[in-house]
């Protein structure tokens, strides 16, 4: 058995796809939990804001739940051909502590997926990008869907399978 995280970075068709990974996850007798970036309302990274306490939001449960996943499923919509803002942002804040954010990433398995307006071929490519940068081991197989393409059921499977492992 193991322990998902499935961290979605919007609340609309992203999350819904972040159900539907975490019911399969269940189903197969793992656990899943969800963190929803978009609900979590992050003030927006600036050095301003790192050098003022009262302004530094307190991400330690989100810390601790990402330390606590054997797997985190990343999914989040193409925003302008690239990484919406809520991930660009938590990841900055989680980066503060850059030492121990590089220990939490370094070898963690890591799924993508998106439901985006097109296919969001390019934010699965950024996204690649940044989280195998961050030393993730990020899977090959990717989850794409769209305003013409449903998410395929054997690939929301075959990624569970092969991140439990
Ligand atoms: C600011 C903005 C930029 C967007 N840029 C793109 C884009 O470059 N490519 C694309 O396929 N869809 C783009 N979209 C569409 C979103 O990817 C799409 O609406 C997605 O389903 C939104 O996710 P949500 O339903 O979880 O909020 C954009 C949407 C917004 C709001």
Same mark, same amino acid.
């Given at each position: 058995?193991?322990?998902?995280?499935?961290?979605?970075?919007?609340?609309?068709?992203?999350?819904?796809?972040?159900?539907?990974?975490?019911?399969?996850?269940?189903?197969?007798?793992? @656990?899943?939990?969800?963190?929803?970036?978009?609900?979590?309302?992050?003030?927006?990274?600036?050095?301003?804001?790192?050098?003022?306490?009262?302004?530094? +939001?307190?991400?330690?449960?989100?810390? @601790?739940?990402?330390?606590?996943?054997?797997? *985190?499923?990343?999914?989040?919509?193409?925003?302008? $051909?690239?990484? +919406? +803002?809520?991930?660009?942002?938590?990841?900055? *804040?989680?980066?503060?502590? *850059?030492?121990?954010?590089?220990?939490?990433?370094? =070898?963690?398995?890591?799924?993508?997926?998106?439901?985006?307006?097109?296919? $969001?071929?390019?934010?699965?490519?950024?996204?690649?990008?940044?989280?195998?940068?961050? =030393?993730?081991? !990020?899977? =090959?197989? !990717?989850?794409?869907? =769209?305003?013409?393409?449903?998410?395929?059921?054997?690939?929301?499977?075959?990624?569970?399978?092969?991140?439990?492992?």
């Amino acid at each position: 058995m193991a322990r998902f995280l499935m961290i979605t970075a919007t609340s609309g068709t992203n999350l819904e796809l972040a159900n539907t990974f975490a019911s399969t996850a269940t189903e197969k007798g793992h @656990d899943a939990e969800i963190i929803d970036l978009a609900e979590m309302d992050l003030p927006m990274f600036t050095i301003a804001r790192t050098e003022d306490p009262e302004q530094v +939001p307190d991400i330690s449960d989100l810390v @601790d739940t990402m330390m606590q996943a054997d797997a *985190w499923i990343v999914i989040a919509p193409e925003y302008n $051909g690239s990484i +919406p +803002p809520t991930l660009n942002n938590a990841l900055a *804040w989680l980066s503060r502590d *850059w030492k121990s954010f590089q220990t939490l990433c370094t =070898g963690k398995p890591v799924g993508l997926a998106t439901h985006s307006g097109g296919g $969001g071929a390019h934010v699965i490519m950024a996204m690649r990008q940044q989280f195998s940068y961050l =030393g993730a081991d !990020v899977m =090959g197989r !990717v989850c794409q869907s =769209g305003r013409d393409k449903e998410a395929n059921p054997e690939t929301i499977d075959a990624m569970i399978d092969n991140l439990a492992r």
